[in-house]
């Protein structure tokens, strides 16, 4: 029988005390990133963009002027640092740290979900890995919408797969606020809401309706020609349109930036076919999740390409210790590990397709690669259901993960149930 574990040992693993780690790592690293910063100004041409659109949301919200020229998808993000900028003056630092504060309830729920799906051990290993990783804690306390973003994210991921009313009513409430900061992220999860409450509703026949009107409405909106822009109105022509877009938002941004990116990447790709995509899909993907790595990728002596690409070797390391992790356990996983599985792959195809430079691809990779903390574990877990066969004498576990398949028990895990999606 385990040994109770250590009073100061248990308080490492709870989710209160990685998060407030998180919070004041963040918290630390943005006030010395503000009096020294590390990198060229230009690595924070997006935050004095969003300083400069706040502060001018701010002034139309008192009728001094008319609201920016950005698109839609960053109103709700300007319009929140415009109120901050109202109640507390031009102060970024003040957003900086309500983001720190976003940082620790990331980590927070991180902890959580690992909690519901695997063990206190896997859990606790992942926070404390995203707390500290170093990617996280530069960006968590810069004016990016990725600070923002993140834990809304993850708040609906833990709607999703978390038990109770409570947990889906708030999971919801965050895919909605996603939605508000990056619409383009929070498309995922909003879509995986829908599929749930299509899997739990008790009537077939309301399926087949809502699943009609779903079809019905896209032809709908075809026969009234100009109501749906033209690169939906024949598939067909959806990656012509897709490289015209990236085209024309690539110069849109030198534009407005006044600096062409340095990373940018496939600036003269075209894609004529769905053949020229799928080709394109697997490329972009690779280079969204893990360049520049050490060799693949011109460094030319610059500090942040270096601190990129030691860090990607981390990520390419957990990437194989999870997919490790997730084979090993095949047959004995709760279904609910399809739901991460599920929103990274879609955020990762977002990423692919739509992000134009290393840089963009580097903040948004946050969204979905700390995931892989929560699967690594698994790579580790002994035919007796602990680690290494000790550690859940250091950390209370409470595993819902049967243990590994052996030949003494292999015939009670294969009879043993795995709670579903829509429990």
């Excluded at 004529?272 to 693949?296: Q, T």
């Excluded at 990520?315 to 590990?337: H, K, Q, T, Y």
Aim: with cysteine; net charge positive; proline share 7%.
């Amino acid at each position: 029988m385990p040994s109770e574990p250590r009073p100061w040992v248990a308080r490492l693993a709870s989710g209160a005390v990685i998060a407030a780690a998180a919070v004041a790592v963040r918290a630390l690293a943005a006030g010395l990133i503000a009096w020294k910063p590390p990198f060229p100004p230009h690595y924070f041409n997006d935050a004095a963009l969003f300083d400069t659109a706040g502060w001018q949301a701010a002034q139309a919200m008192l009728g001094a002027g008319p609201w920016p020229e950005f698109d839609v998808s960053r109103r709700g993000f300007q319009t929140f640092i415009g109120l901050v900028y109202l109640a507390f003056g031009r102060h970024p630092i003040v957003v900086q740290l309500l983001f720190c504060l976003l940082g620790g309830l990331a980590a927070w729920l991180l902890v959580r979900i690992g909690r519901e799906l695997s063990d206190e051990n896997g859990a606790a290993a992942a926070g404390w890995l995203f707390a500290l990783w170093p990617s996280a804690v530069f960006y968590g306390g810069q004016l990016m919408k990725d600070p923002a973003v993140i834990p809304c994210l993850w708040l609906g991921l833990a709607g999703l797969v978390c038990r109770g009313r409570t947990w889906l009513r708030a999971g919801a409430a965050g895919a909605v606020l996603a939605t508000l900061v990056r619409p383009s992220a929070g498309a995922p999860l909003l879509a995986l809401f829908a599929l749930r409450g299509l899997l739990t509703l008790p009537r077939r026949w309301a399926v087949a309706l809502i699943l009609g009107v779903a079809l019905a409405v896209p032809g709908g909106y075809h026969a009234r020609e100009g109501w749906l822009p033209t690169e939906f109105q024949d598939a067909s022509r959806f990656p012509l349109e897709l490289s015209r877009w990236r085209y024309f938002r690539f110069a849109g941004e030198v534009k407005n930036g006044g600096r062409i990116p340095e990373s940018r990447l496939f600036e003269g790709r075209w894609m004529r076919s769905w053949k020229d995509l799928a080709v394109f899909a697997p490329e972009a993907a690779f280079h969204a999740a893990l360049m520049p790595l050490p060799g693949l990728y011109p460094m030319e002596g610059k500090r942040g390409r270096q601190a990129a690409a030691a860090e990607n070797v981390g990520w390419l390391v957990f990437a194989v210790l999870a997919a490790f992790g997730l084979w090993r356990s095949r047959g004995r996983l709760d279904r609910r590990w399809a739901v991460l599985g599920v929103f990274a792959a879609a955020t990762l195809a977002g990423s692919a397709l739509f992000d134009l430079d290393l840089g963009a691809m580097a903040r948004h990779k946050l969204q979905y690669l700390p995931l892989l903390f929560l699967a690594a574990p698994l790579a580790f877990r002994t035919a007796r259901g602990d680690y290494f066969g000790r550690m859940n004498s250091v950390f209370p576990s409470h595993a819902t993960l049967p243990p590994c398949r052996s030949p003494k028990t292999s015939s009670s895990v294969a009879t043993s149930g795995s709670p579903s999606l829509s429990s």
